[in-house]
């Protein structure tokens, strides 16, 4: 399942922990890093992240990374470390490099974390590994990859990134789980079969003959009479970007089969003008966009400073004119 929590205050920087549990395994990500946001998780959390994923470098994006980094300059992969993997926008690697050198690392031989970073654009991917035992003084080419398949798979999510423009590329984020397979267990009563090894055969794609209890089986048949499939849960992430009629319709068909779209609500539908000329969004543009890509759920974050707390519930009634299941985090119009 995925569980998603949305990291600061209203008005303050936002920041999204996602967690992909699969039963057997986690993943965890954190989209974006503005400040104070990773404080609000307890340290041992923060030092579980495995991937980092900043939807473009403006400071209140970025401005919590210390904290992540302090949490964790020295992580390796080796068991039972993790990999330290940073996704962002073309630039991303320098920046991040600038920021990996502004310490005195006098005890640099010593350390052993090794920090991927990879530029994103809508073609491709460049990789960059610095060395915490190099004082991480090289950025190390570590090659290009065509962006044709998602950024991130792990037996627990995939991670997609969706091209946004905020006079500048930024990056969007689509998150979703594997296809979740099952067993009906009314078909294999049916059957007159029990279970065993060999289910999880089944479910792994086995093909041809399947031993069932000393018994063959043909393995297509079986698949198609007892296994059930539906779509793993889906979440998107989507902050600081232009939003006009044409980039709605460019954009909700790559939220197919999204559930929650949390989606950032900088401006009140009175302050349109603003809105396009900061390449931001108004709350009731969010919610056309969640209305024409079909989601089940719209959470909006990232509230401009410009508002107060008593106009807030003002922009959530506007927003659910267009889109009724449209909410803010958990808390957020308590005083």
């Avoid at 502004?102 to 491709?124: F, K, Q």
């Avoid at 930024?170 to 090894?197: F, I």
């Avoid at 297509?220 to 009479?225: P, Q």
Wanted: hydrophobic share 40%; net charge negative; proline share 5%.
């Amino acid at each position: 399942m995925l569980n998603a929590q949305v990291l600061g205050r209203p008005t303050e920087d936002n920041a999204l922990f996602v967690t992909a549990d699969s039963g057997q395994g986690r993943t965890r990500l954190l989209l974006d890093c503005g400040m104070n946001t990773v404080s609000t998780l307890p340290l041992a959390e923060v030092q579980q992240i495995d991937h980092l994923l900043f939807s473009h470098l403006h400071i209140d994006h970025v401005a919590g990374f210390d904290a992540f980094f302090r949490a964790n300059f020295d992580r390796y992969s080796g068991p039972p470390g993790r990999e330290n993997h940073i996704w962002g926008p073309p630039g991303t690697a320098q920046i991040l490099g600038h920021r990996f050198q502004g310490y005195w690392w006098n005890h640099a031989p010593e350390l052993r974390g090794t920090w991927r970073a990879h530029d994103v654009d809508a073609h491709e991917i460049r990789t960059f590994r610095f060395e915490a035992q190099e004082a991480f003084a090289t950025m190390h080419a570590e090659g290009v990859r065509l962006h044709d398949s998602p950024l991130i798979g792990t037996p627990e999510v995939t991670v997609e990134a969706l091209p946004l423009s905020h006079q500048g590329l930024c990056l969007g984020y689509v998150v979703r789980e594997p296809e979740r397979v099952s067993v009906d267990a009314q078909a294999l009563k049916a059957l007159g079969l029990k279970g065993g090894p060999w289910l999880a055969a089944l479910k792994a794609g086995a093909g041809g003959p399947l031993d069932v209890h000393g018994e063959e089986h043909g393995a297509d048949e079986l698949r198609a009479r007892l296994l059930q499939r539906q779509p793993g849960e889906s979440l998107a992430y989507l902050t600081d970007f232009l939003l006009n009629r044409a980039e709605q319709e460019r954009i909700a068909p790559l939220l197919s089969g999204v559930q929650t779209l949390y989606m950032e609500a900088q401006y009140a539908p009175e302050d349109a003008d603003l809105a396009a000329r900061h390449h931001h969004t108004t709350v009731v543009q969010g919610a056309a966009l969640a209305r024409a890509a079909g989601v089940t759920d719209l959470c909006l974050l990232h509230l401009s400073r410009r508002y107060r707390r008593e106009e807030w519930a003002e922009m959530l009634t506007a927003a659910r004119a267009i889109f009724p299941a449209v909410r803010f985090p958990e808390g957020w119009l308590e005083g």
